[in-house]
């Protein structure tokens, strides 16, 4: 019986001790690796005076995948699905004029 007490109390006490070696204070995490898939291209062209076009294309297991977005200062689809839905392609314009914009590339 005096060897199931002391069994016991040793299974209560170990846990309970080494609780104070599991919290941590502060560290450093370090991660290494690479990107292994390329960004999109965009490629921008005038097809006319008052519409542009943007050629995005990106290469994913193994194909080429494109999509076109028209920039038009009438109206622009506010955002493109990039192709694989890796993303999304947005335009914001930089003037009420509507001469300069940018395409802006997001991943997920």
Do not use: H
């Amino acid at each position: 019986m005096k060897n199931y007490r002391k069994l016991l109390i040793t299974c209560l006490l170990v846990p309970w001790l080494s609780y104070g070696y599991a919290e941590s204070e502060g560290g450093v995490i370090r991660f290494s690796g690479a990107i292994v898939d390329p960004g999109c291209q965009v490629v921008v062209s005038n097809t006319q005076a008052a519409n542009t076009q943007a050629n995005i294309s990106c290469y994913r297991l193994g194909k080429n995948l494109t999509v076109k977005q028209i920039i038009s200062t009438q109206k622009t689809k506010s955002k493109v699905m990039l192709p694989g839905n890796i993303g999304v392609s947005s335009v914001k314009w930089t003037d009420d004029q509507k001469r300069v914009a940018i395409v802006n590339v997001d991943y997920f």
